[in-house]
Nanobody, 120 residues
Framework: QVQLVESGGGLVQPGGSLRLSCAASGSIFSIGTMSWYRQAPGKQRELVAAITRAGRTNYADSVKGRFTISRDNAKNTVNLQMNSLKPEDTAVYLC??????????????WGKGTLLTVSS
């Protein structure tokens, strides 16, 4: 019923910047909180940033001041602007959204992920 598709991953040098995007599509009635998670090999999946429909944000301490999450409710998209990237930011970044569809109550949906590699 709902698909989340991430884009924008790639290879970036330390100190560089990159912008990730996620677009939701399907039988969407409304979308609540949208989030970015990341998972590196051998590590647990962690919340990177989240934004409510009203625009309230929350960031992991490790990215605070470097990353900015934003959303466009009309387009059902969420973005993550990443600046001053570090090698430890290397991970698969996954989009998550709380969605109410035309036939189902609020549920979490996940994208397949996009890989960010920060290396020189």
């Amino acid at each position: 019923q709902v698909q989340l598709v991430e884009s924008g991953g790639g290879l970036v040098q330390p100190g560089g910047s990159l912008r990730l995007s996620c677009a939701a599509s399907g039988s969407i009635f409304s979308i609540g909180t949208m989030s970015w998670y990341r998972q590196a090999p051998g590590k647990q999946r962690e919340l990177v940033a989240a934004i409510t429909r009203a625009g309230r944000t929350n960031y992991a301490d490790s990215v605070k001041g470097r990353f900015t999450i934003s959303r466009d409710n009309a387009k059902n998209t969420v973005n993550l602007q990443m600046n001053s990237l570090k090698p430890e930011d290397t991970a698969v970044y996954l989009c998550n959204a709380q969605v109410v569809t035309t036939s189902q109550p609020l549920m979490n949906y996940w994208g397949k992920g996009t890989l960010l590699t920060v290396s020189s």
